[in-house]
């Protein structure tokens, strides 16, 4: 840490580092992140430093405030999910393309969500699928591509690559998650648009202190 960076100093008065108590709380120390993640690049060591530190703050009140029973049925995560982020059927019926009713049948537990869907939900709420499915449904690959507890940079492009390679030839859909950064892979994937997703994956992941990489594929 460099506290004696006055960019630093300017940030700890901007937003102190210390426990969140409230949604407002949360809502700034976010957009700050935000900020600050946006020209990482840029940053120097004291404006890393707190970065870091804030992450963990954040990190902390979330788990704290935002945990849902493992043993919950899909369509209560989904319920839960939208009342924690101060949403209602008409913000999920936007958020997924669907008809209102088809939207209400979602949260009612009436019709299944389809793999697309989850994964818009995952990317949205920043959650593991395995929320939203039974757990036979989604298989743990994570093994197969990495062997270090906290890969290295350069394993983490490797694995994404690799998976990226088997995508193509698979009619399974992936997602991979670095510390709650995700991504989704498909065969139908544009490679372009893939590519440049990939692009922004690894550079983000470079961030992560800890790069815990999962990845999950769905039949």
Same mark, same amino acid.
């Given at each position: 840490m460099d506290p004696s960076s006055k960019k630093y100093q300017a940030l700890i008065r901007r937003l102190p580092l210390r426990?969140?108590?409230? %949604?407002? =709380?949360?809502?700034?120390? +976010?957009?700050?992140? !935000?900020?600050?993640? $946006?020209?990482?690049?840029?940053?120097? &060591?004291? %404006?890393? =430093?707190?970065?870091?530190? +804030?992450?963990?703050? !954040?990190?902390?009140? $979330?788990?704290?405030?935002?945990?849902? &029973?493992?043993?919950?049925?899909?369509?209560?995560? +989904?319920?839960?999910?939208?009342?924690?982020?101060?949403?209602?059927?008409?913000?999920?019926r936007v958020l997924l393309g669907v008809p209102s009713g088809r939207a209400s049948e979602l949260v009612r537990g009436e019709r299944e969500l389809s793999k697309e869907q989850i994964m818009t939900l995952c990317l949205r709420f920043k959650v593991e699928p395995s929320l939203f499915l039974p757990k036979q449904k989604s298989t743990d690959?994570?093994?197969?591509?990495?062997?270090?507890?906290?890969?290295?940079?350069?394993?983490?492009?490797?694995?994404?690559?690799?998976?990226?390679a088997e995508a193509r030839n698979s009619n399974k859909t992936y997602l991979c998650d670095c510390d709650g950064l995700l991504m989704t892979i498909t065969r139908s994937s544009k490679i372009d648009e893939l590519m440049n997703a990939y692009d922004k994956f690894i550079q983000a992941s470079d961030k992560r202190p800890e790069r815990k990489l999962s990845i999950r594929y769905f039949d």
């Open positions: 426990p969140l108590k409230s %949604e407002q =709380d949360l809502d700034a120390a +976010l957009q700050l992140s !935000i900020e600050l993640n $946006e020209k990482f690049q840029t940053l120097d &060591e004291g %404006e890393k =430093d707190y970065l870091e530190m +804030l992450t963990q703050v !954040i990190q902390s009140y $979330e788990q704290k405030f935002y945990q849902i &029973e493992d043993s919950a049925k899909p369509h209560e995560v +989904l319920k839960e999910l939208l009342e924690q982020n101060n949403m209602i059927q008409k913000d999920l690959i994570s093994e197969t591509y990495k062997t270090e507890p906290v890969p290295s940079f350069q394993t983490v492009c490797e694995s994404i690559e690799s998976v990226i």
